[in-house]
């Protein structure tokens, strides 16, 4: 039998040179992040608040551009360089600057940054703008995962500060309660820093950022200034007003400028799924809709369906993780079938996620129809995209297309993709994107019949994509460099 002894010492001693610049680029990274509002990220993966192994995660995932890895020790050297140059506000991708550096001719990395980069050398961190109060009006599900990612953001590279939650009182500890929901989650796992309660005040501090805890029943009841608050705008997480007239009730309270509605809105209210429409949002928009889970989950692969091949008609069959609107147990529900438990039945329901994709995207208009199997899992759901196409193709063609847009298109930040055989639905938990095509299960039939598979968080991966919304209505756009393909 061959003695790998040496084989085995040379990989760990490779392990072991990536483990080190790993560790020596999170200061770095940081640096750029806190000083200078620089946001890092490998084709759209964020490499801010990461630990060494997701930093080298990162760059493993690089490998499905051209089947190999993305080196550190050519990441490295430009981050080094990029610190030295007191750069501006911005959204810098490490894997298309060693693409771009490698191409260049180039061999000082502060010398190819200097032409790379030269909107922003010298810009000593400006471009973010004057910070903007959100206030989270509900503090359920989605209120708290969009809690925790401000918090996370709260250090740089945005003007976004959460300064109050609006609920209703339940009981006489529910501060406490409140604070421990937010510290903890069975699904999302524990928050990522401290939570300090003052009950005096009623407060919450989380990692640093005082956040103040309201109480009302009517949104029109609160005056957001007498908390230092002031032009803010109110993340409308309840769903309990979804026209103009029951969201104005926000814009009635003082201290507010804008709402946004974590639900399809009605009426003329324009719905957004960032990445597709959300260029419609404009500065004097005060109510806006960030559409559902669903119709974010699904809308940008089919944009990119919709402008290669053209959809002729198609079924969107949505396979969605149970919530908090269906039964534990067997009980009274309103609505038909939802009253049978959630934990022990797939329930056949309604959707309207695939109508509601034609206010986002207008050419699918009347195109598609819809429906939805609860099933008994806490998070991330699956929809089925049925599609006859206008122009034919083939499994491959579609798959490297969907590949290259989560890679280097223009919705990268929305769209993911993986090959792997072996991925299921937990598999996807906390994922940023809204939507994750399953490359291995892509069918096409005839040519123009074509089966798509798309996981996405229906928690975390909406609620990222609420954010985009919320950073587009306060008037957020960082340069994303270098320019996306």
């Keep these: 039998m061959a003695d790998h002894t040496a084989e085995i010492k040379q990989a760990e001693d490779k392990w072991g040179q990536r483990e080190e610049l790993a560790e020596r680029m999170i200061p770095l990274i940081g640096q750029l992040y806190r000083d200078h509002n620089v946001v890092t990220n490998i084709h759209g993966r964020t490499l801010v608040h990461k630990s060494v192994i997701d930093v080298i995660r990162a760059h493993r995932f690089a490998r499905q551009v051209d089947e190999a890895?993305?080196?550190?020790?050519?990441?490295f050297p430009l981050l080094q360089a990029a610190t030295q140059l007191n750069l501006g506000a911005a959204k810098l991708d490490l894997a298309l600057l060693v693409r771009d550096w490698r191409s260049s001719g180039v061999n000082d990395p502060e010398e190819f940054l200097r032409t790379a980069l030269a909107d922003?050398?010298?810009?000593?961190?400006?471009?973010?703008?004057?910070?903007?109060?959100?206030?989270?009006?509900?503090?359920?599900?989605?209120?708290?995962?969009?809690?925790?990612i401000l918090l996370s953001h709260a250090g740089g590279g945005t003007g976004l500060r959460l300064r109050a939650i609006v609920v209703r009182r339940n009981t006489d500890d529910d501060l406490i309660k409140r604070a421990s929901l937010l510290r903890r989650d069975s699904i999302h796992g524990p928050f990522n820093g401290s939570v300090v309660v003052d009950e005096d005040s009623n407060t919450i501090t989380a990692n640093g950022t005082r956040i103040q805890v309201i109480y009302a029943s009517d949104p029109a009841e609160v005056d957001y200034t007498a908390y230092g608050i002031s032009e803010a705008i109110v993340v409308d997480n309840t769903g309990r007003w979804r026209d103009e007239e029951g969201l104005s009730k926000h814009l009635a309270a003082r201290g507010t400028a804008k709402v946004l509605l974590t639900a399809p809105g009605k009426g003329?209210?324009?719905?957004?799924?960032?990445?597709?429409?959300?260029?419609?949002?404009?500065?004097?928009?005060?109510?806006?809709?960030?559409?559902?889970?669903?119709?974010?989950?699904?809308?940008?692969?089919?944009?990119?369906?919709?402008?290669?091949?053209?959809?002729?008609?198609?079924?969107v069959e949505t396979v969605?993780?149970?919530?908090?609107?269906?039964?534990?147990?067997?009980?009274?529900?309103?609505?038909?079938?939802?009253?049978?438990?959630?934990?022990?039945?797939?329930?056949?329901?309604?959707?309207?996620?695939?109508?509601?994709?034609?206010?986002?995207?207008?050419?699918?208009?009347?195109?598609?129809?819809?429906?939805?199997?609860?099933?008994?899992?806490?998070?991330?759901?699956?929809?089925?995209?049925?599609?006859?196409?206008?122009?034919?193709?083939?499994?491959?063609?579609?798959?490297?297309?969907?590949?290259?847009?989560?890679?280097?298109?223009?919705?990268?930040?929305?769209?993911d993709y993986t090959n792997s055989p072996e991925v299921v639905s937990t598999d996807f938990v906390g994922s940023e994107r809204?939507?994750?095509?399953?490359?291995?299960?892509?069918?096409?039939?005839?040519?123009?019949?074509?089966?798509?598979?798309?996981w996405y968080d229906n928690e975390f991966g909406y609620s990222s994509q609420v954010i985009r919304v919320i950073e587009k209505m306060a008037g957020e756009s960082l340069p994303v460099l270098p320019a996306r393909d």
């Design 320 to 415: 969605h993780a149970y919530t908090n609107d269906q039964n534990l147990t067997d009980n009274f529900h309103k609505g038909s079938r939802r009253g049978r438990s959630a934990g022990l039945n797939m329930v056949l329901t309604e959707t309207g996620a695939a109508k509601a994709v034609a206010k986002a995207l207008p050419e699918l208009k009347g195109k598609l129809s819809g429906n939805a199997i609860r099933v008994p899992v806490p998070d991330v759901s699956m929809a089925i995209l049925n599609l006859e196409l206008n122009k034919p193709t083939s499994v491959d063609e579609i798959n490297s297309r969907l590949r290259q847009e989560s890679l280097t298109g223009a919705m990268r930040s929305q769209i």
């Design 69 to 75: 890895e993305l080196p550190i020790a050519e990441t």
């Design 268 to 315: 003329d209210i324009k719905n957004i799924v960032y990445g597709v429409n959300h260029t419609d949002i404009r500065p004097d928009d005060t109510i806006v809709s960030a559409a559902s889970c669903t119709t974010n989950g699904i809308t940008p692969v089919l944009k990119v369906i919709q402008d290669e091949y053209g959809i002729d008609h198609g079924h």
């Design 434 to 454: 809204a939507g994750v095509v399953d490359g291995l299960s892509t069918i096409v039939n005839n040519g123009t019949h074509l089966v798509l598979y798309v």
């Design 120 to 148: 922003i050398v010298d810009g000593n961190g400006a471009g973010v703008g004057e910070e903007t109060d959100v206030v989270l009006y509900g503090f359920g599900r989605i209120g708290r995962l969009l809690a925790r």
